[in-house]
């Protein structure tokens, strides 16, 4: 009974082991476009400004959050390259 159980918990969270660098990026991706939408929303609704700017301010969110994304997947293929088989 004990190995079934922890069969179904395996199967409900991925380890990173089996997740490839594509996959973390889609979720990185997804994370950062609902972070600077929400984000884009409540500076707005806080500051009491027209809704319609929230969109320069979602679109220098998502400026900011690509870069950084760009620099974090170069570190992180820097660092664990060898192990996944990327290479520069």
Same mark, same amino acid.
């Given at each position: /009974?004990? $190995?079934?159980?922890?069969? /179904?918990? $395996?199967g409900l969270f991925?380890?990173?082991?089996e997740n490839n660098l594509v996959v973390t990026s889609y979720y990185i991706s997804a994370?950062?476009?609902i972070h600077a939408?929400?984000?884009s929303?409540?500076?707005?609704?806080v500051?009491?400004?027209n809704?319609?700017?929230l969109l320069s301010d979602f679109v220098i969110m998502m400026w900011i959050g690509a870069v950084i994304e760009f620099i974090v997947t170069l570190m992180f293929k820097g660092?664990?390259?060898?192990y996944f088989g990327v290479g520069f």
């Amino acid at each position: /009974m004990e $190995g079934y159980a922890l069969d /179904m918990i $395996g199967g409900l969270f991925p380890t990173g082991f089996e997740n490839n660098l594509v996959v973390t990026s889609y979720y990185i991706s997804a994370i950062l476009v609902i972070h600077a939408l929400i984000s884009s929303y409540m500076v707005k609704e806080v500051d009491g400004g027209n809704k319609v700017s929230l969109l320069s301010d979602f679109v220098i969110m998502m400026w900011i959050g690509a870069v950084i994304e760009f620099i974090v997947t170069l570190m992180f293929k820097g660092m664990f390259g060898s192990y996944f088989g990327v290479g520069f």
